[in-house]
Every structure is written in C-alpha cells, then in structure tokens.
Nanobody, 117 residues
C-alpha cells in the first residue's frame, strides 16, 4: 500500500552537509508519522529522528543540533537536513512510515551516506 523511496545520499567530507529526501506514495494519511533510521556496518539499526503527524519532532542525542527533520505534506515527502557531518554518521539511512500505534509500518530501501575524514 505504501512505497518509500529515499534519495540524496552520497559521499561528503567531514563538516559538510547533505539533505536526504523520502518520497512516499500510496495510502498516506495525516495521522502517519515519519522517521529516519540508520545502520552502520556491523551495527544494529538505530533511530535518528521522527516527525509526528502534528509536526512535532524528536532527534537522537547523537545528531541533536546537527540534523533537522521536516515534512512537506503536499508532496508526501520527509527530509533530513544533515549539517556538520562526522565520519561516525556514515551509514545506510532508511525512511520509515508508521501509522497510529504502529498498526502499519513501512520501510524504504535505504540510501548510503558516507562521510570521509
């Protein structure tokens, strides 16, 4: 019912910036929340940021002050603005959409972000 397609990943030097996009298609509702997760090589997937249906946001401590999540409801697109990137930010970044109480959950295919030092 829902397809999520991430884009915007790439190779960037430490201290640089990158903006990830996640375009959602299918049965999208205003009550859905969207989030970003990431998974580094050899590590488990970790939560990065969430934007709830009402627009309030939460960001992980590891990226607080550097990353910002936003959402364009008209385009059904969520963004992750990443500034002051560090090598430890290197990971595959995944877009996630979740319905109320996680009645439904969808994942994108991921986009690679590599930060060189």
């Amino acid at each position: 019912q829902v397809q999520l397609v991430e884009s915007g990943g790439g190779l960037v030097q430490a201290g640089g910036s990158l903006r990830l996009s996640c375009a959602a298609s299918g049965s999208i509702y205003g009550s859905d929340s969207m989030a970003w997760y990431r998974q580094a090589p050899g590590k488990q997937r970790e939560w990065v940021a969430t934007i709830a249906s009402r627009g309030n946001t939460n960001v992980a401590d590891s990226v607080k002050g550097r990353f910002t999540i936003s959402r364009d409801y008209a385009k059904n697109t969520v963004y992750l603005q990443m500034n002051s990137l560090k090598p430890e930010d290197t990971a595959v970044y995944y877009c996630n959409l979740g319905g109320p109480q996680r009645a439904r959950t969808y994942w994108g295919q991921g986009t690679q972000v590599t930060v060189s030092s």
